[in-house]
């Protein structure tokens, strides 16, 4: 079994990558920072008897993303699960005062990439009449909230697509999911706020965020279930969140 993970350098897809090792899938992870896929790939080789892959290139570029696919071998290619990781948010401004390349960034990574590397995997799944792509996705794709705005469009646009596969691809016996999580601590506030610790940090005031290993457990649940289960979507917050705007903090 093959996962390929993309945003595998930190948060999310680097929690999933290890656990899907752990359950035993070969794993190709892929991210723009090579020391972190080194490092990452270091810490799985060490832990598990599995095979890992690193491609090394910015999902944002299509040929890049083409070329990192094209340099796998056929063998690497017969990818059972795709995880599209890859995502971030820029900036938190009303979008009257927000910076239209912020905007570009996050439809280029959140939304293109996404389908930049969900085409290339695709077809070789057809030809299997299997596989599994799961589509990460975010709260802000349920519910829009203010200063969310490009960012919250880009992940609507997540939850439309993966709607949208799980109809087309119905017929080739490749399942589609998305996960939706709620306010999670990794590096996502930080590169949001663009390096202001204060900022980032104070978004978690007075809660337990959800955390990586939360959502990396939620991909091994999807994989998981019987050939006869999809799981559609899974929407998950900190227990103190009942939605995007709504926390009972300490």
Same mark, same amino acid.
């Given at each position: ?181 709620? #306010?999670?601590?990794? !590096? ?24 990586? !290993?939360?959502? #990396?457990?939620?991909? #091994? ?30």
């Amino acid at each position: 079994m093959i996962a390929l993970i993309t945003g595998a350098t930190s948060g999310f897809g680097y929690a999933s990558a290890i656990k899907l090792a752990e359950l035993g899938y070969d794993v190709v992870i892929t991210g723009r920072r090579v020391d972190r896929l080194a490092q990452l790939e270091k810490e799985i080789a060490e832990r598990y008897a599995i095979k890992v892959k690193t491609l090394c290139f910015d999902i944002r570029d299509r040929k890049a993303c083409q070329t990192a696919w094209n340099s796998l071998t056929a063998d690497w290619q017969q990818v059972d699960v795709l995880l599209n990781n890859a995502g971030l948010a820029a900036g938190a401004d009303p979008f009257d005062k927000a910076d239209i390349d912020d905007f570009e960034c996050m439809i280029d990574t959140n939304v293109k990439g996404l389908l930049y590397m969900s085409k290339l995997v695709v077809e070789e799944m057809k030809k299997r009449h299997c596989g599994q792509i799961i589509n990460l996705s975010s709260i802000a794709g349920v519910e829009v909230y203010p200063n969310g705005n490009i960012y919250c469009a880009t992940k609507h646009a997540v939850n439309a697509i993966t709607k949208g596969m799980r109809m087309d691809l119905l017929p080739y016996g490749i399942k589609v999911s998305s996960i939706s999580p709620g #306010a999670a601590e990794t !590096e996502f506030s930080l590169v949001r706020y663009k390096g202001d610790e204060a900022k980032a940090n104070a978004v978690y005031n007075g809660l337990e965020p959800l955390v990586a !290993e939360d959502i #990396a457990d939620t991909v #091994a649940f999807i994989v998981t279930r019987p050939a006869h289960v999809m799981i559609n979507d899974i929407l998950l917050t900190p227990a103190r969140q009942a939605s995007s705007m709504v926390f009972n903090r300490n």
